[in-house]
């Protein structure tokens, strides 16, 4: 998996090779066939597999419901974990410019195993009946929350230029409390 990660984010979809793969791996290539069938399904089953941990890292805190900011925070250290890694940030841009819909399939597998969206919605608009937080769209604000996730992860080197972030690796350690800490206090009633 990790010579096939390397290969796609390098090369996108249609410029991996299987045989360069196999080459990565050190095995031979009719056993990646063996094991995926085809090129197309071992590209589905990392983005299967690395969208996974998204439902496992989140599962658990969402039940029983907890106070949004611990959901929150769980949701923004796993977008930094993950997306840290730049062969993963590759892949995905790779992915979104062809179109997305590997990823989509497998955000949709992982999103309705575990119904985020929805109990992420519940909690906020929960919030919001209870006057806590400021009368918005939830969907609205929550993709908003997921867009700061990920700007400037997928935008770091010219992000950093242009805010002269110098020790990038401490920057990422703060964002996740950061950007938790930005969108509560902008839905918070005062």
């Keep these: 998996m990790e010579a096939a990660i390397d290969e796609f984010a390098e090369h996108g979809f249609s410029g991996a090779r299987v045989d360069r793969i196999a080459h990565r791996a050190g095995v031979n ?19 299967d597999s690395q969208l996974g941990k998204l439902g496992a890292v989140m599962a658990p805190p969402i039940e029983p419901a907890p106070d949004l900011e611990t959901v929150l925070l769980r949701i923004s250290e796993f977008h930094h974990t993950f997306l840290t890694d730049g062969r993963l940030r590759a892949l995905f841009l790779h992915e979104i410019a062809d179109g997305g ?3 989509l399939a497998a955000l949709t597998m992982v999103l309705s195993m575990h119904g985020l969206p929805q109990k ?35 935008m770091a080197p010219i992000a950093n ?12 350690a703060e964002r996740p409390r950061q950007i938790v800490d930005l969108f509560l206090r902008g839905l918070e009633i005062r």
Aim: proline share 1%; aromatic share 18%; hydrophobic share 40%.
């Design 120 to 154: 992420l919605k519940n909690i906020l608009d929960e919030g919001i009946c209870a006057g806590r937080y400021r009368p918005v769209d939830s969907r609205q604000a929550l993709l908003s929350f997921i867009g700061m996730n990920m700007f400037y992860l997928f």
């Design 101 to 103: 819909s590997r990823l």
């Design 29 to 47: 290539k009719a056993m990646i066939y063996y094991h995926f069938s085809s090129k197309e399904k071992l590209y589905q089953s990392i983005f």
């Design 161 to 172: 230029s242009i805010w002269e972030i110098t020790d990038e690796q401490t920057f990422c």
